[in-house]
């Protein structure tokens, strides 16, 4: 019985080796999984995946670079944008690349929720070989709008009457040849692809929820790009050989909103006294395990926006205290301040979906009790947050933030700030920075402008920038020329070369 | 889930009741490791220092420090704490509800015995973790909702136990006796059928907390137990899984403290058969 | 028989109105806006806004009342229509397929591994009762059976995977995935059906007609075909059965450490997503399911045994 027991572990293990030995396939590896064809839903896998294109793309410092259209200009007044297409481009499904079913694809995607349907757009049209944008108003990041997943072009027998995507036809280096909803999928080299064709043959997108399993995976060698790694993992692959840890600043951010309508938060002395009381190095390197406390809104690596004159946000607890008293909060017997009766307790609404927040959470939540603030953790749903911010019930969230689903954190700004948003501020209303925002949007303004705008915030504090995220990936030396792009955009998949 | 474990075991035999008291011991220890070190060591299982990451044993924290520089031993017994007193409530609950309606259904018969049969039949096609997991979507409060839910899951168990045990002694001369002397069903449980389940309830008891642990910890360990920064075998265990390399003694911890609970259960029931 | 089946069939009625309700409650406990909700969960968390969320309630019809869609539900259920994911959108039916697919292949191959490993070993054990494999056997059941099954799954990772390099951690489409995940799963079931099967034989070996058996002269193979095989099927079929609910079990938590498309990570993300339609759906397949190997195994008993008395 024994030896029939290990015959048969014989047998798999046979199996098992004949099953590597198979033609060499890439396989990706990253969190996110394939929830449906739909762009807004599990886009940005088809668009690293290098499936689905663009109009613009971007480079790795977030330059605009041609993409499906070669070039663009804009009229005089601002009111209208041409995109020259690229000649020689066709579908996966073998149909040709024209002005009408770009233009087709950008219009659905403006009737979508996502960042183009908050672009002033009257309408979308195909000229001859050019997709022509006609605006109400001028929008300067229009072509930056354009980078994104949510505007890629599908083919147009990807469409359902209705709008709805069905099927997923672009025309990326790579096409789809297999969907195994929602952890797997196989995609080939595309012959017919417009530039220079893929190297590698074979790849696989893997879904793998786990951060712990993500790192065994490429731990083993079983994956050669995997991405999202958690901090305590990234210190232990280092040290391996055959494999290299790579770590980007990302333009995103963890932040506290706090409702400034609310009868507490209102006071800016308060919220100054909460910002002095984050100790954000501390947290940073505590529970994200990289140096990147956020001093100001956005990290350097949004050059533009990012602005070297103004006063970094410090830790200081004792000026929190005295700020605090100087408003008349006195500590109460347990040590929490109190005003006219009122204890100064605050509730912190946070998700547990990304695993730092909870723990985040914990922390500021020691780091405000240090000043005598009180703070209740509410971790629950993440659309509480918006759900709250609409019925004014909110008091403090935690959140991450992702200010560049463009190039440009122009449209986060727009969306969030001017003057208010579901992801921003909250009860804040400053004529001058809706102003200033509005008027970058229309093309009006610079450098000057954009730094203002981050004083504003810096001092107005709708919100507490509290760390500055990287993104982390670990990349096989099989592999050559993959990339680990900033905006998420691309892993550089129709570049890599096998390693000799 | 019980069930299964339970039909497996009941088919044992031999003699090692030696094992039973083996068992007492280790579950005996843990539960007072889990009393007393909070009260020796007065450490806050939530309260960080950056300082003491991953630091090694002193005198506030003897089993060290984890990744958050949160004492190990204080958050070991919290944990222990919390996955014992659920599994406990949630044992005692569902053999009260279990024996309340095994009894009355072998009392009654008739359609009360076929519906509740049925019922516990369908509540036992449906997986454990799969009704813990839909409770703790209805029921917002973790702790709670892993109650609820395992009641659900365990009271089976009891169910059929008691009903079987029930409909073999209600015609017996004894009972039936009792009856025409007038007593009334408390009497006669407590008289005749209290005497014929205690036996198994041990058993039952001690397999229904090694289940709960478990799934308490499997549920925390998939990230949809306890939420963070609770103190919690599973949670603690998927915290500390990637630094199995920087610290294994920071993850040997929950694991062994599990392992253990575990085999001392497994070992009450196991003897307290023979 | 036909008793037998009709008791089976009003206890899938019962599981499926038991998750029906289950699920309203679940409906009517969601604090806050569900359209919120789903569309974190279609869009990410951070995606989500009003304009989303509004875009979601015209869709999904969400302003109809709880009550009416329960009711819905089960009507479309007596029509086999299990609705559409809300968050990918697709029909239920087609995202389960490939998951239930996948759940069966690695429970089917956890039970045959089992299988290989358990019974023959208990039979072995069961023969000579107190000798050294019986009491091997009993420690390392017990101790398996202490061993929450992702901290084995783990362990198989590091040792096999990492240590080893022989197989691949985790992932799908070859049959080298197979392997780690169905043996988590197999030493589980392993540990406890080896003992069911030695404790059976234990108990027909000391027979008198086993002795018997012996006694006019049959070799061991031959008296354990003619009078073992049939008399310890019975309680092995039965506790085969019973196991398939605790593999559902494990297959929550394994599918979850080796990233397995299959339907528990399927049903926890549901859950997680609250993707009502996908959770009745799931929750549906897996107690139905349940309910209709109970009955399979309630036939292979009759077959193996015909004396044995209906339940």
């Given at each position: 019985?024994?030896?029939?027991?290990?015959?048969?572990?014989?047998?798999?293990?046979?199996?098992?080796?004949?099953?590597?030995?198979?033609?060499?396939?890439?396989?990706?590896?990253?969190?996110?999984?394939?929830?449906?064809?739909?762009?807004?839903?599990?886009?940005?896998?088809?668009?690293?995946?290098?499936?689905?294109?663009?109009?613009?793309?971007?480079?790795?410092?977030?330059?605009?670079?041609?993409?499906?259209?070669?070039?663009?200009?804009?009229?005089?007044?601002?009111?209208?944008?041409?995109?020259?297409?690229?000649?020689?481009?066709?579908?996966?499904?073998?149909?040709?690349?024209?002005?009408?079913?770009?233009?087709?694809?950008?219009?659905?995607?403006?009737?979508?929720?996502?960042?183009?349907?908050?672009?002033?757009?009257?309408?979308?049209?195909?000229?001859?070989?050019?997709?022509?944008?006609?605006?109400?108003?001028?929008?300067?990041?229009?072509?930056?709008?354009?980078?994104?997943?949510?505007?890629?072009?599908?083919?147009?027998?990807?469409?359902?009457?209705?709008?709805?995507?069905?099927?997923?036809?672009?025309?990326?280096?790579?096409?789809?040849?297999?969907?195994?909803?929602?952890?797997?999928?196989?995609?080939?080299?595309?012959?017919?692809?417009?530039?220079?064709?893929?190297?590698?043959?074979?790849?696989?997108?893997?879904?793998?929820?786990?951060?712990?399993?993500?790192?065994?995976?490429?731990?083993?060698?079983?994956?050669?790009?995997?991405?999202?790694?958690?901090?305590?993992?990234?210190?232990?692959?280092?040290?391996?050989?055959?494999?290299?840890?790579?770590?980007?600043?990302?333009?995103?951010?963890?932040?506290?909103?706090?409702?400034?309508?609310?009868?507490?938060?209102?006071?800016?002395?308060?919220?100054?006294?909460?910002?002095?009381?984050?100790?954000?190095?501390?947290?940073?390197?505590?529970?994200?395990?990289?140096?990147?406390?956020?001093?100001?809104?956005?990290?350097?690596?949004?050059?533009?926006?990012?602005?070297?004159?103004?006063?970094?946000?410090?830790?200081?607890?004792?000026?929190?205290?005295?700020?605090?008293?100087?408003?008349?909060?006195?500590?109460?017997?347990?040590?929490?301040?109190?005003?006219?009766?009122?204890?100064?307790?605050?509730?912190?609404?946070?998700?547990?979906?990304?695993?730092?927040?909870?723990?985040?959470?914990?922390?500021?939540?020691?780091?405000?009790?240090?000043?005598?603030?009180?703070?209740?953790?509410?971790?629950?749903?993440?659309?509480?947050?918006?759900?709250?911010?609409?019925?004014?019930?909110?008091?403090?969230?935690?959140?991450?933030?992702?200010?560049?689903?463009?190039?440009?954190?122009?449209?986060?700004?727009?969306?969030?700030?001017?003057?208010?948003?579901?992801?921003?501020?909250?009860?804040?209303?400053?004529?001058?920075?809706?102003?200033?925002?509005?008027?970058?949007?229309?093309?009006?303004?610079?450098?000057?402008?954009?730094?203002?705008?981050?004083?504003?915030?810096?001092?107005?504090?709708?919100?507490?920038?509290?760390?500055?995220?990287?993104?982390?990936?670990?990349?096989?030396?099989?592999?050559?020329?993959?990339?680990?792009?900033?905006?998420?955009?691309?892993?550089?998949?129709?570049?890599?070369?096998?390693?000799? | 889930m019980s069930a299964v474990e339970h039909s497996a075991i009941a088919q044992q035999r031999?003699?090692?009741?030696?094992?039973?008291?083996?068992?007492?011991?280790?579950?005996?220890?843990?539960?007072?490791?889990?009393?007393?070190?909070?009260?020796?060591?007065?450490?806050?299982?939530?309260?960080?220092?950056?300082?003491?990451?991953?630091?090694?044993?002193?005198?506030?924290?003897?089993?060290?420090?984890?990744?958050?520089?949160?004492?190990?031993?204080?958050?070991?017994?919290?944990?222990?704490?919390?996955?014992?007193?659920?599994?406990?409530?949630a044992v005692?609950s569902s053999s009260v509800v279990g024996i309340a309606i095994g009894v009355l259904a072998a009392w009654q018969g008739g359609w009360v015995d076929r519906f509740a049969s049925l019922v516990a039949d369908s509540f036992l096609a449906l997986p454990g973790l799969l009704l813990v997991l839909m409770v703790?979507?209805?029921?917002?409060?973790?702790?709670?909702?892993?109650?609820v839910g395992l009641t659900l899951v365990l009271w089976i168990e009891y169910f059929r136990l008691t009903r079987a045990a029930v409909q073999r002694l209600i015609n017996s001369p004894a009972v039936e006796a009792s009856r025409l002397?007038?007593?009334?069903p408390?009497?006669v449980f407590?008289?005749h059928f209290w005497p014929a389940l205690a036996p198994m309830m041990?058993t039952l008891a001690?397999f229904g907390?090694?289940t709960?642990?478990?799934s308490?910890?499997?549920?925390?360990?998939?990230?949809?137990?306890?939420?963070?920064?609770?103190?919690?075998?599973?949670?603690?265990?998927?915290?500390?899984?990637?630094?199995?390399?920087?610290?294994?003694?920071?993850?040997?911890?929950?694991?062994?403290?599990?392992?253990?609970?575990?085999?001392?259960?497994?070992?009450?029931a196991?003897?307290?058969r023979? | 028989m036909i008793k037998a089946i009709g008791y089976r069939a009003a206890q899938a009625l019962i599981v499926a109105a038991l998750i029906g309700v289950l699920t309203f409650l679940m409906?009517?406990?969601?604090?806050?806006?569900?359209?919120?909700?789903?569309?974190?969960?279609?869009?990410?968390?951070?995606?989500?806004?009003?304009?989303?969320?509004?875009?979601?309630?015209?869709?999904?019809?969400?302003?109809?009342?709880?009550?009416?869609?329960f009711f819905q539900w089960f009507g479309d259920l007596l029509r086999l229509d299990f609705g559409?994911?809300?968050?990918?959108?697709?029909?239920v039916v087609?995202?389960i397929r490939?998951?239930l697919g996948?759940s069966l292949q690695l429970a089917g191959?956890a039970l045959a591994?089992s299988l290989?490993?358990g019974p023959?070993?208990g039979v072995?054990?069961g023969?000579?009762?107190?000798?050294?494999?019986?009491?091997?056997?009993?420690?390392?059941?017990?101790?398996?059976?202490?061993?929450?099954?992702?901290?084995?799954?783990?362990?198989?990772?590091?040792?096999?995977?990492?240590?080893?390099?022989?197989?691949?951690?985790?992932?799908?489409?070859?049959?080298?995935?197979?392997?780690?995940?169905?043996?988590?799963l197999?030493?589980g079931l392993a540990?406890v059906s080896a003992r069911v099967a030695r404790d059976a034989m234990a108990g027909v070996?000391?027979s008198s007609y086993y002795?018997?058996?012996?006694?006019?002269?049959?070799?061991?193979?031959?008296?354990?075909r003619r009078h073992g095989l049939r008399n310890i099927g019975v309680p092995l079929v039965t506790f085969i059965g019973l196991q398939l609910v605790m593999l559902v079990e494990g297959v929550v938590?394994?599918?979850?450490?080796?990233?397995?498309?299959?339907i528990g990570?399927?049903l926890?993300?549901?859950?997680?997503?609250?993707?009502?339609p996908?959770v009745q759906a799931t929750a549906l397949m897996l107690g139905i399911g349940f309910v209709a190997l109970n009955a399979l195994v309630d036939l292979l008993t009759h077959w193996i045994d015909p004396r044995g008395a209906q339940r």
């Amino acid at each position: 019985m024994l030896f029939r027991l290990l015959a048969s572990s014989a047998v798999a293990v046979l199996l098992g080796t004949s099953a590597f030995a198979q033609e060499r396939v890439l396989d990706v590896v990253s969190p996110f999984e394939l929830k449906g064809p739909e762009p807004g839903v599990s886009g940005y896998i088809y668009l690293q995946m290098d499936v689905i294109e663009t109009l613009v793309n971007s480079d790795l410092e977030g330059n605009l670079v041609p993409g499906l259209a070669t070039e663009w200009t804009t009229s005089g007044d601002g009111l209208e944008w041409r995109f020259l297409l690229r000649d020689g481009v066709t579908f996966h499904d073998g149909t040709p690349l024209d002005a009408a079913a770009a233009a087709h694809a950008l219009s659905v995607a403006q009737g979508k929720p996502g960042l183009l349907a908050t672009a002033p757009i009257t309408r979308i049209e195909g000229q001859g070989n050019e997709v022509v944008f006609h605006l109400a108003e001028p929008f300067e990041p229009l072509a930056a709008f354009l980078t994104e997943y949510r505007n890629m072009i599908y083919a147009p027998a990807a469409y359902a009457a209705d709008g709805a995507i069905t099927e997923v036809i672009g025309t990326g280096a790579y096409k789809i040849t297999k969907i195994e909803a929602p952890l797997r999928m196989e995609v080939e080299r595309f012959e017919g692809y417009w530039g220079e064709p893929a190297h590698i043959a074979n790849a696989t997108y893997q879904s793998v929820g786990r951060a712990e399993t993500r790192a065994l995976m490429a731990e083993s060698g079983e994956a050669e790009y995997v991405v999202n790694l958690d901090p305590a993992s990234v210190a232990r692959l280092a040290e391996l050989d055959g494999l290299d840890v790579y770590s980007v600043s990302i333009p995103r951010a963890m932040l506290i909103k706090a409702n400034t309508a609310h009868p507490v938060l209102s006071d800016l002395d308060v919220r100054r006294a909460l910002s002095l009381a984050l100790d954000r190095d501390g947290l940073a390197s505590a529970v994200l395990r990289y140096r990147a406390g956020a001093d100001q809104i956005l990290p350097p690596l949004l050059s533009d926006w990012h602005s070297e004159h103004v006063q970094p946000l410090r830790y200081d607890p004792d000026e929190a205290i005295s700020l605090l008293a100087e408003a008349g909060w006195v500590p109460g017997d347990d040590g929490i301040l109190v005003r006219e009766g009122q204890r100064l307790s605050l509730t912190l609404t946070s998700y547990p979906d990304r695993p730092e927040m909870p723990l985040s959470a914990a922390v500021i939540q020691q780091m405000f009790a240090e000043i005598g603030v009180e703070l209740t953790i509410d971790l629950t749903n993440s659309s509480e947050i918006p759900v709250r911010h609409h019925d004014g019930t909110l008091e403090l969230a935690l959140f991450a933030r992702n200010f560049a689903l463009t190039p440009s954190p122009l449209g986060t700004f727009l969306t969030d700030y001017a003057p208010n948003g579901d992801w921003g501020a909250m009860g804040w209303d400053n004529p001058e920075f809706v102003d200033l925002i509005r008027d970058l949007a229309r093309g009006r303004g610079g450098q000057s402008e954009r730094d203002r705008a981050i004083e504003i915030l810096q001092t107005e504090l709708p919100v507490l920038p509290v760390a500055w995220y990287q993104q982390t990936a670990v990349i096989s030396h099989a592999i050559t020329g993959a990339v680990l792009d900033p905006f998420e955009r691309t892993i550089g998949l129709k570049y890599i070369r096998w390693a000799e | 889930m019980s069930a299964v474990e339970h039909s497996a075991i009941a088919q044992q035999r031999g003699n090692w009741a030696s094992t039973s008291w083996l068992g007492f011991t280790l579950v005996g220890a843990i539960i007072l490791f889990a009393l007393v070190t909070p009260l020796a060591f007065p450490a806050d299982p939530a309260k960080q220092s950056l300082r003491h990451v991953f630091a090694g044993p002193d005198l506030a924290a003897p089993f060290g420090y984890d990744h958050l520089g949160r004492s190990l031993m204080a958050r070991l017994a919290h944990a222990l704490r919390l996955s014992l007193s659920i599994a406990g409530a949630a044992v005692l609950s569902s053999s009260v509800v279990g024996i309340a309606i095994g009894v009355l259904a072998a009392w009654q018969g008739g359609w009360v015995d076929r519906f509740a049969s049925l019922v516990a039949d369908s509540f036992l096609a449906l997986p454990g973790l799969l009704l813990v997991l839909m409770v703790s979507a209805i029921v917002p409060l973790q702790p709670l909702a892993f109650w609820v839910g395992l009641t659900l899951v365990l009271w089976i168990e009891y169910f059929r136990l008691t009903r079987a045990a029930v409909q073999r002694l209600i015609n017996s001369p004894a009972v039936e006796a009792s009856r025409l002397l007038g007593f009334g069903p408390i009497y006669v449980f407590r008289r005749h059928f209290w005497p014929a389940l205690a036996p198994m309830m041990l058993t039952l008891a001690a397999f229904g907390m090694a289940t709960a642990i478990m799934s308490i910890a499997a549920l925390g360990f998939v990230s949809v137990g306890m939420r963070p920064p609770t103190p919690e075998l599973g949670l603690m265990m998927v915290e500390l899984l990637p630094y199995y390399r920087e610290a294994p003694f920071a993850l040997m911890t929950p694991v062994i403290a599990t392992f253990f609970v575990l085999l001392g259960l497994n070992l009450v029931a196991g003897g307290a058969r023979s | 028989m036909i008793k037998a089946i009709g008791y089976r069939a009003a206890q899938a009625l019962i599981v499926a109105a038991l998750i029906g309700v289950l699920t309203f409650l679940m409906m009517r406990a969601l604090p806050g806006d569900i359209a919120f909700r789903i569309a974190a969960g279609r869009y990410g968390y951070d995606a989500v806004n009003a304009a989303a969320a509004e875009a979601v309630r015209q869709e999904l019809n969400l302003d109809q009342s709880a009550l009416a869609a329960f009711f819905q539900w089960f009507g479309d259920l007596l029509r086999l229509d299990f609705g559409r994911s809300v968050i990918s959108g697709r029909p239920v039916v087609e995202e389960i397929r490939h998951q239930l697919g996948a759940s069966l292949q690695l429970a089917g191959a956890a039970l045959a591994i089992s299988l290989f490993i358990g019974p023959p070993l208990g039979v072995l054990a069961g023969l000579r009762a107190g000798g050294w494999l019986d009491r091997s056997l009993l420690v390392v059941s017990t101790a398996l059976r202490s061993v929450p099954q992702f901290m084995l799954g783990l362990l198989l990772i590091v040792i096999v995977s990492i240590q080893l390099r022989w197989l691949p951690p985790a992932g799908y489409g070859q049959v080298a995935h197979f392997i780690l995940p169905a043996t988590t799963l197999a030493l589980g079931l392993a540990a406890v059906s080896a003992r069911v099967a030695r404790d059976a034989m234990a108990g027909v070996a000391s027979s008198s007609y086993y002795a018997f058996g012996r006694w006019k002269g049959l070799d061991e193979g031959q008296v354990f075909r003619r009078h073992g095989l049939r008399n310890i099927g019975v309680p092995l079929v039965t506790f085969i059965g019973l196991q398939l609910v605790m593999l559902v079990e494990g297959v929550v938590v394994i599918e979850s450490i080796f990233a397995w498309p299959g339907i528990g990570h399927a049903l926890v993300h549901a859950i997680f997503g609250r993707d009502v339609p996908m959770v009745q759906a799931t929750a549906l397949m897996l107690g139905i399911g349940f309910v209709a190997l109970n009955a399979l195994v309630d036939l292979l008993t009759h077959w193996i045994d015909p004396r044995g008395a209906q339940r």
